[in-house]
């Protein structure tokens, strides 16, 4: 409970700061209507020449959009901030302030910044979403839309442990800043269906950058094309893959020499 109300004022604080600065939404909503409207553009260009793209139908593939701009937006508004803040700190030596602190310090380091304003992604992705799930012909039921729930959540918990792994990196590479800019090209990649790769591509967005596993099988249960197995695999490599994180953070620490040192 206790970690619970520390994000919650760290969410507070945030938002009060977004909000002196509310021109950001307007450029936020400027840069979601040209994201979607892309997206939109070059879907109707790929169905204009097929009926299907690996399976997926016209209204399958919008929801398969929706659901990337939304992790998206989440990955702005919540990830990417505190991700950036870290890497300053690390190499500025001022990740102390958070350390000395009495709570745990992935927790701090993760929920000290938000962009609130980045949100509007999160709905022009739930809206895509909702208009691709009443186009499908087929009904969505109870148990995909729990499926959904829980396949999103994982996404979530996916993405952000690639980003606190490679941000933990900054403790051995200066500049990761990079690497960082890299992630949101290969983000790119979860427009598409996974299947429609090379295998050695596949296996890369799915596996080494979690896109597939956290954008497409989403999709699949809002679609009622997800099957129990890959399910099960998504959500073992979710847990495998955050507990690695929490060993990562913990490993990259001792490895941290900050102002106090």
Partial sequence: MNTLRVA?????????????Y???FFLN??????QVATGLIVISLVYSHTPRLNGWTEPELLSLLGVQILLGGVIHTFVQPNMERLMEDVQKGTLDYALTKPEDSQVLVSVRNVR?????EVISGLTLLGVGISRLQTSVGVLDALAFLVAILLGAVMLYSFW???TTGAFWVVRMEHVLELFEGVYQTGRWPVGV?????RYGVTFLVPVGFAVTVPAQAATSRLHGGTFALAAGFA???FAFTRWFWRFGLRRYSGASA
Wanted: proline share 3%; charged share 10%; glycine share 6%.
């Fill in 8 to 20: 919650a004022l760290y969410l507070k604080v945030g938002v009060l700061n977004e909000l002196q």
């Fill in 22 to 24: 509310r021109v950001n």
């Fill in 29 to 34: 909503v400027l840069q979601a209507l040209i």
């Fill in 116 to 120: 609130i304003w980045q949100l509007v």
């Fill in 164 to 166: 606190l792994v490679v």
């Fill in 197 to 201: 790769y090379p295998g050695w591509m």
């Fill in 239 to 241: 847990v495998l893959l």
